[in-house]
């Protein structure tokens, strides 16, 4: 292949990643997924001031994810097709709408509206921050989606910490805490859009990327092999997002209720589990882009499996430390898998980010649902230990292809 040949994706990779658009972005999916935190931390609250049930947290749960879940492939397809940039920002006014809502919802129906536009936010900003990222990446996609994750993973993390320290004190009107974490990315997305812009006029037009993907020199899957991996890869996904479910939405009822810790006391171990995952989400990527994505995310979901299954037996002292590792081992594979699923379908980065990060928000609202009603009927011990033997099915990635290289 001549100098002149050379593909645009090809030159792409060959620059070195833009950081400063990397932490910029990152820095907006923080506030963002903080977004998305606030509606998990006023469970507690929910449960007080509306006298809501545990199935109904769980409806919730599932509304927000599902919103989000199913419009973010959409996105993703309709932006592979005609990326917009304005969209980023439209999305951040959107969850802002959702959090005064939030704050101000006088009964549980007028709270799953103020989700569904919390949601739809979400669902709108990931899958046009993914292809930001993927431009900003250079040759390094691991550690590129991870700084991206990282942001996200943060987000959700603080879910506790506002738990005590806004939400106990104020009750739900702390919701709007929330509104000026849309303002704040409103105003950081208004640095990346006109440099999004450029890339997307230089690099992003689909017949520019249709004649840049036929250039390269790397062999396609076929659609079977393809077909496959994106099954048993949502089936991966389905497994963790539904274990991460059923920890960060009930198990600080379940310390409650077994432990007998306050609101307060249980929101430390949901901390510790959120943050490791942070730490979990940074090093995955660094670690896959060496050793390989599918190595990853077999050591992530499998891995993570001895400490999910010993967690509920536990006495207190050892669930500090055990949900730590736990939680640092099961995120850690997280953004390699979105790197896997862009990999599988190239050109299609917008759909390969939203059909896994969407995914992973929807299977995780339709297992809140399941687990809160399945906890108001059996128990939530029970449910507890049941949702332990969700990691185990980790060790299917042995069966994905191998890495694209």
Request: charged share 10%; with cysteine.
């Amino acid at each position: 292949m001549s100098v002149a040949q050379k593909p645009l994706a090809a030159t792409a990779a060959k620059q070195g990643a833009v950081f400063s658009i990397l932490f910029a972005v990152s820095s907006v999916h923080l506030l963002n997924d903080s977004m998305q935190s606030i509606v998990s931390a006023l469970f507690p609250i929910f449960e007080a001031s509306l006298g809501l049930k545990l199935g109904q947290i769980g409806w919730i749960a599932f509304t927000l994810n599902m919103t989000s879940s199913i419009l973010q492939p959409v996105v993703g397809l309709l932006s592979d097709k005609k990326p917009a940039p304005w969209m980023l920002p439209a999305g951040m006014a959107c969850s802002m709408i959702g959090m005064l809502g939030l704050a101000f919802a006088p009964s549980f129906w007028t709270l799953l509206l103020a989700v569904v536009f919390v949601g739809f936010g979400s669902a709108v900003f990931h899958p046009e921050g993914s292809r930001v990222v993927y431009f900003a990446a250079g040759g390094r996609r691991g550690l590129a989606q991870s700084i991206y994750q990282v942001g996200g993973n943060f987000g959700q993390a603080l879910a506790p910490l506002m738990t005590i320290y806004i939400f106990v004190p104020l009750g739900q009107r702390g919701a709007v805490f929330g509104a000026f974490l849309a303002v704040a990315a409103i105003m950081i997305l208004m640095r990346v859009v006109p440099w999004y812009g450029k890339q997307l006029a230089e690099l992003g037009k689909p017949q520019k990327a249709k004649k840049a993907l036929s250039q390269l020199d790397v062999a396609p899957y076929s659609n079977k092999i393809v077909a496959f991996a994106l099954v048993l890869l949502l089936v991966l996904v389905f497994a963790r997002s539904w274990y991460a479910a059923g920890l960060g939405n009930f198990y600080q009822f379940f310390l409650q209720k077994e432990y007998g810790l306050s609101i307060r006391q249980a929101q430390v171990p949901l901390f510790l589990f959120m943050i490791a995952g942070v730490l979990g989400t940074f090093f995955g990527g660094i670690l896959a882009d060496r050793f390989g994505r599918k190595r990853m995310m077999l050591f992530s979901i499998a891995g993570s499996a001895p400490f999910a299954l010993l967690l509920p037996h536990l006495p207190l002292a050892w669930v500090y430390p055990t949900i730590v590792v736990l939680g640092f081992i099961l995120q850690s594979g997280f953004s390699v898998s979105v790197v896997y699923a862009q990999e599988l379908m190239p050109g299609k980065v917008g759909m390969a980010s939203g059909l896994i990060t969407g995914l992973a928000f929807g299977m995780g609202g339709l297992g809140s649902i399941v687990f809160g009603t399945a906890a108001d009927h059996y128990g939530l011990a029970d449910v507890m230990m049941a949702a332990s033997f969700l990691p185990l099915a980790g060790l299917l990635s042995v069966f994905l292809p191998k890495d694209r290289r």
